[in-house]
């Protein structure tokens, strides 16, 4: 699974690449939802990067892990409207996952 940890570690992302996204989130009205182990501050691969005004716009939200029941009614509820199906033996390749 692809976290913002792998973002905030890459030095190719600088200052600009958060002033950017803060300015999409605000100007545009953008949602940004992250998921990383740790606060976001403390992923930061430079101070010039954790001194950016982008990590200040963030609330965290703690999930606890999810209940096989909670993952299928996730799972239906993404697929609703769509043609999409997935076998039982799907399901359970995405729930091991």
Do not use: K, W
């Not at 600009?16 to 740790?38: E, K």
């Amino acid at each position: 699974m692809l976290t913002f940890e792998c973002i905030t570690a890459n030095a190719n992302f600088g200052p600009d690449f958060y002033f950017g996204l803060r300015s999409l989130m605000i100007q545009h009205r953008a949602a940004l939802v992250t998921s990383s182990r740790q606060e976001l501050i403390e992923l930061c691969h430079s101070d010039a990067v954790r001194s950016s005004p982008f990590f200040n716009i963030f609330a965290n939200v703690n999930l606890r892990g999810f209940s096989p029941s909670d993952y299928q009614l996730m799972i239906s509820r993404s697929l609703n409207g769509t043609s999409v199906q997935f076998s039982e033996e799907e399901i359970q390749q995405i729930l091991t996952q």
